[in-house]
């Protein structure tokens, strides 16, 4: 499996701004999706995650009402969509995938896109 980010860049505090995370490979064995993000100097913390058919979602407190993941399964792709970030919202968003393979669980990384919140 692999996890493709892109959309990262810079938006303004209380504007909007949606990464996306295209996920290629055996797809098939994947059983939930999310993002998880990584400020400097600080550890990575889970963003939100979603099931593989969008029945369910997750999201950290810290952006509950005001991010949104959604899932695309006829592009193989991930949203997530920043409304009204905060500075503190700055942070590389990497995206991941779980799921079992052989009888055994992976997780999978993308390689991080930058989201830059200027206020």
């Known amino acids: 499996v692999q996890l493709v980010e892109s959309g990262g860049g810079l938006v303004q505090a209380g504007g909007s701004l949606r990464v996306s995370c295209t996920v290629s490979g055996s797809t098939s064995s994947i059983n939930a999706m999310g993002w998880y993000r990584q400020a400097p100097g600080k550890q990575r913390e889970l963003v939100a995650s979603?099931?593989?058919?969008?029945?369910?979602?997750n999201y950290a407190d810290s952006v509950k009402g005001r991010f949104t993941i959604s899932r695309d399964n006829t592009k193989n792709t991930i949203y997530l969509l920043l409304n009204s970030p905060k500075s503190e919202d700055t942070a590389v968003y990497y995206c991941y995938a779980d799921g079992y393979y052989l009888g055994s669980h992976y997780r999978a990384w993308g390689q991080g896109t930058q989201v830059t919140v200027s206020s």
């Open positions: 979603i099931t593989t058919d969008g029945s369910s979602t």
